[in-house]
């Protein structure tokens, strides 16, 4: 069965401070990797996603960038935290888009920006 | 632009009905999904209409109108579990996922 697993749970970093939020997939290969941002009382805001290695897509200009190194890893990075950061982030993967393109979400991370 | 609209909070009876409902606007249409989301954890897939009509799936059931932008999850024999939010979401043309903000739903004994 397929897993997807992302880490760290929660972090609280100062303005400024780097990041990097890990995710991984196992079960499947080749899948799509999404990053996503959840702020209270808003929809989910899609981050940036990647249909295989290397290949990423982008969907807000922020300071925010993301790599997909393996097949079944995808990595959120930043270099300076703004206050702005803070929200649960979320890692999720789906088959081809052509298909039915369900979710699957991995546990999330709670980020907080001080 | 692209919108989905749906109630910020709904209340319900444990052992009642409750509809919630969601209007769409999307560049294109590629289905309607409705997941469930517990405080503080990830959304969970519950179902997926592409074609109009009624999709059952034991106590859930997701109902789409493409003609009136229009779809609504219908929860039955309502449990305390159910509580939790709602979301929905749209795929447009380009097979991405346009989100809603959630419904929040209370489950009151």
């Known amino acids: 069965s397929q897993t997807i697993h992302q880490w760290p749970a929660t972090l609280v970093q100062p303005v400024g401070s780097p990041l990097s939020l890990e995710c991984t997939v196992e079960g499947t290969s080749n899948p799509n990797l999404y990053w996503y941002r959840q702020a209270a009382g808003r929809g989910l805001q899609l981050l940036f996603y990647s249909v295989g290695i290397g290949q990423i897509s982008s969907e807000v200009p922020q300071n925010l960038s993301a790599s997909r190194p393996q097949d079944r890893q995808f990595i959120l990075s930043s270099k300076k935290l703004l206050l702005s950061d803070s929200g649960f982030y979320l890692c999720?993967?789906?088959?081809?888009?052509?298909?039915?393109?369900?979710?699957?979400f991995g546990e999330g991370s709670r980020l907080t920006v001080l | 632009g692209q919108n989905i609209d749906q109630p910020t909070e709904m209340t319900a009876t444990e052992g009642a009905i409750v509809q919630i409902n969601c209007t769409y606007q999307t560049s294109g249409f590629n289905g309607l999904f409705w997941y469930q989301q517990h405080a503080g954890e990830a959304p969970t897939f519950l179902s997926y209409?592409?074609l109009d009509g009624l999709e059952e799936k034991g106590r859930f059931s997701s109902f789409l109108s493409r003609s009136k932008g229009y779809s609504y999850l219908l929860l039955k024999e309502l449990q305390m579990k159910d509580s939790a939010s709602y979301l929905c979401?749209?795929?447009?043309?380009?097979?991405?996922?346009?989100w809603g903000a959630g419904t929040k739903l209370i489950i009151k004994p």
């Open positions: 999720a993967w789906s088959k081809g888009e052509m298909e039915t393109g369900e979710l699957f």
């Open positions: 979401a749209a795929k447009d043309s380009n097979y991405q996922l346009i």
């Open positions: 209409n592409v």
